[in-house]
């Protein structure tokens, strides 16, 4: 009997073997196959017809256990899939933050615990029953469902995007969105998916700091405007107290016979001008902290400046300090404020006179640096501060020495006022002390401050 000519009991049989192995694991199924040979073998009633039903009988078995391999491999597929499904809806009902999956329109389609306390709903099913329509309902600004799409459009996802909520009761929160647009195989638009953040108390904190930042700039602004306000009174009697003791110091309109009297007018009009100095230094602090000081620039012979300035700090002091200039001819022009180039310079210098000792000794030199910026060294060999005090230093009214009994005058405005203007021009003030050794104060000028071609032109 042929395979062909099976007969019908046996083909049925075949088949229903197939059906069976078919539920069962590959070894089993193969095994089955070698037995149904076997059993067919003597039906068969020859060598060649029992080998090819033998051989048939082990091809199903084999096709039936490759089936039954698939659909293990099928079902595992699937459970792995559950299991990773159930690990991510774990993860996303106990996570903090609220995870959601909405359709264009604005409706959602899942929620998690989180997204449903932050927008005041009992539950996510709650809420997805009840909030239909996002644009609408969810947003104070109606039209920031719009700009989310259309974001989102534009880049397939928006990040920290914020927002201003109603929750359910009507509270306004404000929160922020982070969201992707999810696509089948097909590029077909499936969802938008991310996550919401409650960013209220932060953005609270933000808005107070933003309002205490301008309401500490408008007291900065009343301050200057007071003090601005205040300099003509103050100034115009000084002036005359300067004015009028700087006549009767010259005995202009005659004698002052009693030494003690030319003495006295002596101290009025020093003291006269220190206390404007110290007026116009601190008016000029506020203004700089106010930005309302502007520079008049012109061009400037640094190393006139630097004489200038240490003629004017020395003028009637024998004690001072001797001072060597390195003063080189080739240091361009200054692009600058004059004025202001002598207050930075005059700060400096006092205080290197302050605090030198007779025997000491100061340098200052201008250079110009790799960088094509003019600087402007001052050495001195006084009493130094240690390191850890030069930022102490160059905070307005600070005094390194604070006992009642200090050996140098000044309210702690010269450092200051100097670091301030030298920021004004874009530069630099860098300071290197040791105590008992001496301080080295450097200021550096911008590049763009150094205008050469107009020294080569006057020249």
């Not at 009988?57 to 084999?62: D, V, Y």
């Not at 009992?122 to 609408?136: K, N, Y």
């Not at 104070?140 to 989310?148: G, I, T």
């Not at 601005?228 to 103050?234: D, G, I, R, T, V």
Request: glycine residues 8%; proline residues 4%; contains cysteine.
């Amino acid at each position: 009997m042929t395979v062909g000519t099976l007969s019908s009991p046996s083909s049925t049989l075949l088949h229903g073997l197939a059906h069976i192995v078919s539920r069962w694991s590959f070894t089993l199924s193969l095994a089955l196959g070698f037995a149904t040979g076997l059993t067919l073998l003597p039906v068969a009633g020859g060598e060649l017809t029992g080998a090819i039903i033998s051989f048939g009988a082990i091809c199903i078995a084999a096709a039936a256990a490759r089936q039954a391999l698939d659909r293990k491999t099928q079902i595992e597929g699937l459970e792995q899939q559950l299991l990773d499904e159930t690990r991510y809806h774990a993860f996303v009902d106990a996570a903090a933050e609220g995870f959601f999956r909405t359709t264009r329109e604005g409706r959602y389609v899942i929620a998690n615990p989180a997204l449903a306390r932050i927008y005041g709903y009992e539950s996510p099913e709650h809420l997805c029953a009840e909030l239909t329509d996002i644009g609408q309902t969810l947003y104070v600004d109606v039209n920031r469902r719009a700009e989310f799409q259309r974001l989102i459009s534009a880049n397939a996802r928006v990040k920290d995007f914020v927002s201003q909520i109603r929750q359910r009761d009507g509270t306004l929160i404000w929160i922020s969105e982070n969201a992707r647009t999810v696509r089948d195989e097909d590029d077909q638009f499936l969802f938008y998916e991310g996550t919401v953040e409650d960013i209220t108390s932060q953005r609270e904190s933000e808005e107070a700091t933003r309002r205490a930042l301008v309401e500490t700039q408008e007291a900065v602004r009343a301050k200057a405007a007071f003090l601005a306000a205040m300099s003509h009174e103050l100034k115009t009697p000084l002036n005359a107290v300067i004015g009028f003791s700087d006549l009767m110091r010259q005995e202009l309109f005659g004698p002052v016979n009693e030494p003690r009297y030319r003495g006295y007018i002596a101290d009025i009009h020093d003291n006269g001008r220190r206390l404007l100095g110290m007026i116009n230094d601190i008016l000029d602090l506020s203004r700089i902290e106010s930005h309302l000081l502007d520079l008049d620039d012109d061009l400037v012979c640094v190393q006139e400046a630097v004489r200038v300035a240490y003629a004017t700090i020395v003028e009637g002091k024998s004690d001072a300090a001797p001072i060597a200039f390195d003063l080189p001819a080739h240091v361009p022009f200054l692009k600058g404020d004059p004025r202001r180039l002598h207050q930075i310079l005059a700060h400096l210098l006092s205080n290197a006179v302050k605090f030198t000792p007779p025997k000491g000794q100061i340098t200052v030199r201008v250079y110009l640096t790799k960088g094509a910026e003019i600087a402007i060294m001052i050495r001195d060999t006084g009493i130094g501060m240690e390191p850890g005090r030069i930022a102490h230093a160059l905070e307005p009214f600070k005094q390194l020495d604070s006992s009642l009994s200090r050996r140098f005058e000044g309210v702690g405005l010269g450092l200051p006022l100097a670091n301030a203007l030298v920021r004004l021009h874009g530069g630099t003030l860098t300071i290197e002390s040791v105590p008992g050794e001496g301080t080295i104060v450097t200021i550096c000028f911008p590049p763009e401050r150094s205008v050469e071609t107009v020294r080569a032109a006057i020249a």
